[in-house]
């Protein structure tokens, strides 16, 4: 049986009001975003308002509730426009945000996630340090005090870094373990 690899209509929906999106509110400025090596917090406002920011939220957390492919869809759209802008929603809608839907304790999932699906927050990753993207090159550790948890180290590369409100930051833990630490 031969695969179908057309849109369905709601991903058609999607993507021409993603396309519109781009043409008129992201090109016309991403030269000068990438002249002054800077994201401008009104495109990712922009973004919250069309949902984007929640599109793999579920909906109990007031996000769209669409999946990979749906996000994947909407990320090419942007990056045509603005490759930096697809990056730093990647990193807050596509990472962290689900990160935090899948791993973060209720009390979290609740402050949190209607927060990134409307914008009013953003989250970002903080996982790279030496150029490697895997836990390999993972040099920063946690380690639990009696007041909680001290992470020691630096990161290198954090999307999203100069706006988030909210870190996911990886660190080892002990014997070559790791986890990711929700850093307001």
Request: hydrophobic residues 50%; glycine residues 10%; proline residues 5%.
């Amino acid at each position: 049986m031969p695969m179908n690899f057309s849109l369905n209509e709601n991903q058609s929906v999607i993507r021409e009001a993603i396309q519109g999106y781009v043409r008129s509110e992201v090109m016309p400025h991403a030269e000068a975003w990438d002249a002054a090596a800077s994201l401008a917090p009104e495109s990712m406002n922009a973004l919250a308002e069309l949902g984007m920011l929640g599109v793999m939220i579920g909906e109990g957390y007031d996000g769209v509730g669409l999946g990979l492919l749906d996000a994947s869809l909407v990320l090419a759209q942007i990056a045509r426009g603005d490759g930096g802008l697809a990056v730093a929603m990647a990193n807050h809608a596509v990472v962290a945000a689900p990160l935090v839907e899948s791993f973060a304790s209720e009390v979290q999932r609740s402050e949190w996630l209607p927060k990134f699906a409307m914008g009013e927050a953003l989250a970002a990753c903080a996982i790279s340090e030496s150029g490697d993207p895997c836990l390999d090159g993972l040099d920063t550790q946690a380690l639990e005090g009696p007041e909680g948890w001290v992470l020691e180290g630096a990161k290198r590369l954090v999307p999203l870094g100069s706006l988030a409100d909210v870190f996911l930051v990886a660190a080892r833990i002990a014997d070559g373990e790791a986890g990711v630490f929700l850093v307001p």
